[in-house]
Antibody, heavy 117, light 108 residues
Framework: QVQLQQWGAGLLKPSETLSLTCAVF?????????WTWIRQSPGKGLEWMGE???????NYNPSLRGRGTMSLDTSKNQFSLILTSVTAADTAVYFC??????????WGQGALVTVSS | SSELTQDPAVSVALGHTVRITCQGD??????VTWYQQKPGQAPILVIY???QRPSGIPDRLSGSTSGDTASLTITGAQAEDEADYYC???????????FGGGTKLTVL
């Protein structure tokens, strides 16, 4: 079973850039998987942010309004999320996950990112 | 606002049956997945393909759909079922994924 381990800066100031990375253990990027980022604002629900497949094809939630970029590094078995110009509204727990066809079967542990001046 | 609508909170007496619903036009075309999330944890998959249960998920959890509404039913709710439940499916254009707003289930 694949394991996802994520990390990144936990405290940012408004207008800074959020950067998170998720390492994949026990699996590869090949095949039908979509490598996904999801976030959850404090006390709120889940928000799908976007995904990237093994070929680097991305699909973003329009709500990111062009601020988000997802990438993958197959040599390191890692994928990453960059979110620019953060505001307090981007404060959330960010999860990486692997979509297996339609299912988010495997999740990272989550990483809290706080945006505060 | 989400394209998938869930009741914010539902409660059920221990051992009784509860239905959690998820409504959205896209459910007429696309299947739904249900996730369970407990405080401080990542969500886990409990139902996929409208009504399929992954291995390891108790058979007291079941899924169904009718028209634009999907349901997650827990028959004989246990204390460990107390959690937030989220539905997920495609958006109305089929291009993106969307979660429902979540339902907080309390087992009394």
């Amino acid at each position: 079973q694949v394991q996802l381990q994520q990390w990144g800066a936990g405290l940012l100031k408004p207008s800074e850039t959020l950067s998170l990375t998720c390492a994949v253990f026990g699996g590869s990027f090949s095949g039908h998987y979509y490598w996904t980022w999801i976030r959850q604002s404090p006390g709120k629900g889940l928000e799908w942010m976007g995904e990237i497949n093994h070929a680097g094809v991305t699909n973003y939630n329009p709500s990111l309004r062009g601020r988000g970029t997802m990438s993958l590094d197959t040599s390191k078995n890692q994928f990453s999320l960059i979110l620019t110009s953060v505001t307090a509204a981007d404060t959330a727990v960010y999860f990486c996950a692997r979509r297996d066809y339609q299912l988010l079967r495997d999740w990272g542990q989550g990483a809290l990112v706080t945006v505060s001046s | 606002s989400s394209e998938l609508t869930q009741d914010p909170a539902v409660s059920v007496a221990l051992g009784h049956t509860v239905r959690i619903t998820c409504q959205g036009d896209s459910l007429r075309r696309y299947s739904v997945t249900w996730y369970q999330q407990k405080p401080g944890q990542a969500p886990i998959l409990v139902i996929y393909g409208d009504n399929q249960r992954p291995s390891g998920i108790p058979d007291r959890l079941s899924g169904s759909t009718s028209g634009d509404t999907a349901s997650l039913t827990i028959t004989g709710a246990q204390a460990e079922d107390e959690a937030d439940y989220y539905c997920e499916s495609r958006d109305s254009n089929g291009k993106h994924w969307v979660f429902g707003g979540g339902t907080k289930l309390t087992v009394l």
